[in-house]
C-alpha cells in the first residue's frame, strides 16, 4: 500500500480554476507564508509555452487562482534570452534571512537552464542570476546553510552518465561548485531511466528527506513515480538510504490518462506541524493532486529497506 494517503478531492487544481486562457496546470513549487499556502503552478498556453500561475489557500487543499500570472518570461536583458521559450517547474525554498527562493527551468533556442529568483511577498518577484548553464533541470536548494554554504541539488541531462542528482554548493547563492554525484538511477527497478530532484528537502531529526521522482521506461511511453530519499544533516552529499519502492505511482484516472499519461511529478512538499508530510504532485501534466505521509514512515521506508545511491 501506498505511504501517500491522497486527497479524498483529488485533482485539487485544474485549468477551468484559472481565470486565464491556459491547457494545463501542473508541477507547482508550494510553501507555506503566514497562514496561507501559496503554490505556484506551470499552466501550458495554447501556443505549447508555459508560464507559472499562483493560488493561494488556507488548508492546503481548496486553492484560489489569482487573476494574474505570477510569472511569465521576461521581456528585457539577459533573462529574456533564457526564457524565450517559457519558464517550467519551480521550486520555493523559504530561508529567514533569505526570504523565498525561487528556482525555475527557462527554456530557449539555447537550450534549459535554470534561473534563480526571489519574493518576500508573493506579489513582487525579484530575478537574480541563470544559476546553471544548459541541460540543467529540477534545482532544489537545502532550505538551511550547511557548514557555512549553501547547498543544492540538481539533474543534468546526460546519457553517459544517465540522468541522475548531484550536489552543489554557493557561498552566495549565485557561483556553485564543488559538484559531486551522490544518487544514479538504478538498473531494472522502478526509476531506472531517470532521476531527478523533486521537492524541497525537508529537515527531520533523522536526515533531510528528499522527495524525487524517477522514470521507467515501457513500450508505452514512460511512467514517472515518486521516491524518497534521506540525506545526512550535516553532510547531505552522503545518503543514509533511498527507499527501494516507490512511495507513489499513477494511478487516478487523472494521473494515468492526460496530457502526458502516467506521470506523478512533485515540485513541493510541505511538513507539518503534526509530522505529516503534504505532497503536491502534477498529475499526466495537466491537474496537481495533493495528498499526506506520515514523515518516520517516509524515513523509516529510506532506511529499513535501501537500495544504493549507485
Ligand atoms: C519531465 C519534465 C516534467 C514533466 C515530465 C513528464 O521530463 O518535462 O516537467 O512533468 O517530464 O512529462
Known sequence: MSPVKRYKGNPILTRNDVPYHVATVHNAGITKYGDKYIMLFRAHLHN??????????????????????????????????????GVEDLRICHMPDEGYLLTYSGYSRHGVRIILARTLDFISVERIAPISQADMRNVVIFPRKINGQYARLDRPHSEISPWSVWISYSPDLIHWGNSKVVMKPMTYHWDEMKIGPGATPVYTDKGWLHIYHGAFSTMDGSVYRLGAALHDLKNPEKIIGISDEWILQPEDPWEVTGYVHNVVFTCGAVPEPDGTLKIYWGAADTVMCAGTADINSLVDMCVKKSRPPY
Open 48 to 85: 505549447g509555452r508555459s508560464i507559472i500561475g499562483i493560488a493561494e489557500s488556507t488548508d492546503g487543499y481548496k486553492f484560489k487562482v489569482r487573476k494574474e500570472p505570477f510569472l511569465v518570461p521576461a521581456t528585457g536583458g539577459i533573462f529574456s534570452e533564457y526564457e524565450e521559450y
